[in-house]
């Protein structure tokens, strides 16, 4: 299975409550079978712009993932959900 998750960093997500949210999507990623051969894990973080945190092939342990997740960086701005879609599409799209 592949997942990709979207990290909303832009000023709809206050500085200070983003550490919430990325604890929140480091509770989902601890419960699943984290691996090369079980559960792939991409992340994109976006704001007025999408970036790629990680892609499928970067980490292969859950702890790597939470990590990333957890120092995903804040940037504030507007909130572009399309651009974050547009890169999760791409992003899978290239690991197939």
Known sequence: MDIIIGID??????REYL??????IGNVVDD?????DKTRVAAVYFSD????LF????FSSKQDVIYA???TPYIG????SAA???LMVLTHTLSV
């Open 55 to 58: 892609n499928f092939t970067r």
């Open 84 to 86: 974050a879609l547009q």
């Open 69 to 71: 997740i957890k120092h």
């Open 77 to 80: 701005g507007r909130t572009n």
């Open 9 to 14: 960093v832009s000023g709809s997500v206050r």
């Open 49 to 52: 712009q999408a970036y790629l």
């Open 19 to 24: 550490p919430n949210v990325t604890e929140f």
């Open 32 to 36: 699943l079978e984290v691996g090369p």
